[in-house]
């Protein structure tokens, strides 16, 4: 009998989040590209019950050895430099955690595994000598937060990282935001 | 009354100290709380160090400003100088040999630098690289030799920096300071807020972020909450900047060095990454009333260490003070001083701002 004292309005309001959460499947692979080189991120998304998993790739170059396949990466004979981007620097795999998705706002989290510095490669490895930034595995986590509104076949992201209290190797508070279309 | 800017007759260390920096700050509103250090300087280019306040007028825009705070030459000038230890401005890594020679250097330019300073001059020295840490607490030149321990002020204790931090403590550390004010930070200016992100996988795989390059609003956030603090202290920051065209570069997973165009697929990142570190120290200058000392090398970084009290014109100077409220209106105001006595010469260390 208390349901029936809830305002019309919230049970209308109620109706529609749960019609737009439906709506709002973005299962299926998205992609974030820079026109001037071969920087992407791929996520790769699947949705279930309100909840979010999947992947995020990131990569600095394009490697695809053979230009009909269905890699992302491919290896281009015109571009020298970018094939040894692509050789030296892979694109990197990262698992996305506390997937949410609520009408059409979507919210994930991207851990990174930050470093210590020198691991034995000649000094300081992964530590940027230009600018003192981060070295390779074996320091703290860095957490990336994502949040995008969809629209349609595109999502606008905003990425934050904050520092973490007790932790090391980041400075500031980060945010950053870009758009991944839907890839068919 | 007889005004003259920098004309050549002023001695040319003044002439160098007293040059405003003029680079456009970033967005910001509010009072304008402005310090200005002037030189009164006869025919000859000599300082006369016995003026009172009433001896000044300061304009802006033409308008007079009421002088707020006023500090003469004989009240001592209270220095707070702030080395980076961090070591991303030597050429070769982070430690070895060079390392130490060239903080064997920069102690000799210290030591210059204090023996230069008057009994009532007051000095504290930091330190910083991820966090600030007190080298020598704010004393008197009067008493025992100030000393530094160079294994003090060279060792690194941290691979990342942050500026914007330790400006922001910078401000605060002259609560009860009385006389001119200055901080002086050697520093290549590379906060870790503006070097590209650098992420591993749980297989610790480490790709920089291809995001970076892109507008990053959490930075600038913070970047005017520092330009905040310095406008609102009214304190003139120094930089001394080694090498700020050090190539970007990082040792990669495989021992190489890698320029940062060398593992971007964006050409334009490291040419980006120098030009926000070289904006950012403008900024904090410009709106501080200070100035940026870019430094080509190891031998220009000691002379212009040791010869940095004279630049400044260091108890030569009269510290003015005044506030203006008017609105943000991202205009370039001009600063005016003049003296009653005509025949002196007011050289100013800023002949404006932009009111952002």
Request: charged share 20%; glycine share 10%; aromatic share 8%.
């Given at each position: ?15 529609m989040e749960s019609l737009s959460a439906q709506q709002s499947d973005v299962s299926g692979k998205w992609k974030w590209e ?7 991120i791929v996520l790769e998304l699947?949705s279930?019950?309100g909840?979010i998993?999947g992947?995020i ?42 997937g949410k998705i609520t009408g059409n706002t979507i919210s994930f ?37 994502y949040t995008g509104k969809i629209d349609g076949d595109t999502i606008q992201f905003t990425r934050e ?14 945010a950053v935001t870009f758009s991944v279309t839907r890839v068919r | ?210 995001l970076?390059?892109l ?142």
């Amino acid at each position: 009998m208390k349901l029936c004292k809830l305002p019309v309005a919230a049970l209308l309001f109620l109706l529609m989040e749960s019609l737009s959460a439906q709506q709002s499947d973005v299962s299926g692979k998205w992609k974030w590209e820079d026109a001037s080189g071969g920087q992407s991120i791929v996520l790769e998304l699947k949705s279930a019950g309100g909840g979010i998993s999947g992947t995020i790739t990131m990569a600095q170059a394009a490697l695809k050895l053979d230009a009909d396949a269905k890699s992302d990466y491919y290896l281009n004979p015109e571009n020298a430099t970018n094939n040894m981007r692509a050789l030296f620097f892979p694109p990197v795999t990262f698992r996305i955690t506390d997937g949410k998705i609520t009408g059409n706002t979507i919210s994930f989290t991207q851990v990174s595994h930050n470093a210590a510095q020198g691991n034995g490669f000649g000094g300081a490895p992964g530590v940027f000598g230009g600018f003192g930034q981060r070295g390779p595995a074996g320091g703290g986590m860095e957490k990336l937060f994502y949040t995008g509104k969809i629209d349609g076949d595109t999502i606008q992201f905003t990425r934050e990282s904050r520092p973490n209290p007790g932790g090391h190797l980041v400075v500031g508070t980060h945010a950053v935001t870009f758009s991944v279309t839907r890839v068919r | 009354m007889r005004i003259l800017k920098y004309c050549a007759a002023i001695p040319v260390f003044v002439c160098a100290a007293l040059l405003a920096s003029a680079q456009p700050p970033s967005q910001n509103a509010g009072r304008f709380r402005i310090s200005i250090a002037v030189a009164a300087l006869n025919r000859a280019g000599v300082p006369d160090t016995s003026l009172k306040q009433s001896d000044f007028k300061v304009t802006e825009d033409g308008v007079v400003q009421q002088i707020t705070g006023f500090a003469p030459p004989d009240a001592g000038s209270n220095i707070l100088l702030i080395l980076d230890h961090n070591n991303t401005w030597l050429d070769d890594a982070v430690s070895g040999r060079a390392a130490m020679d060239a903080w064997q250097k920069i102690q000799i330019a210290l030591s210059n630098f204090v023996r230069q300073l008057q009994p009532q001059d007051r000095i504290s020295v930091a330190t910083f690289d991820d966090k600030v840490q007190l080298a020598l607490p704010w004393r008197t030149h009067k008493g025992p030799p100030v000393t530094l321990s160079l294994k003090v002020i060279s060792s690194r204790q941290s691979a990342i920096k942050d500026l914007y931090g330790t400006i922001q403590w910078a401000t605060r550390q002259f609560d009860s300071a009385k006389g001119r004010k200055l901080i002086v930070i050697f520093t290549d200016g590379r906060d870790a807020r503006l070097a590209p992100q650098w992420f591993a996988s749980e297989d610790y795989h480490e790709i920089l972020d291809p995001l970076a390059g892109l507008p990053d609003t959490g930075e600038a956030a913070e970047l005017q909450s520092g330009l905040s603090a310095v406008r609102n202290s009214g304190i003139p920051i120094y930089f001394l900047t080694p090498f700020p065209d050090k190539s970007a570069t990082f040792a990669g997973p495989t021992g190489w060095d890698y320029h940062l165009n060398g593992i971007s697929g964006n050409s334009a990142l490291a040419a980006q990454y120098l030009a926000k570190v070289r904006s950012r120290l403008e900024q904090f200058a410009e709106v501080s009333g200070g100035r940026v000392f870019y430094l080509t090398g190891p031998e220009s970084t000691t002379s212009t260490l040791s010869q940095l009290p004279a630049t400044l014109a260091l108890n030569q100077s009269y510290d003015l003070e005044y506030t203006s409220s008017r609105p943000a209106d991202n205009q370039f105001h001009r600063i005016e001083v003049r003296i009653r006595d005509g025949e002196l010469t007011a050289a100013q260390s800023r002949t404006g701002y932009y009111a952002k």
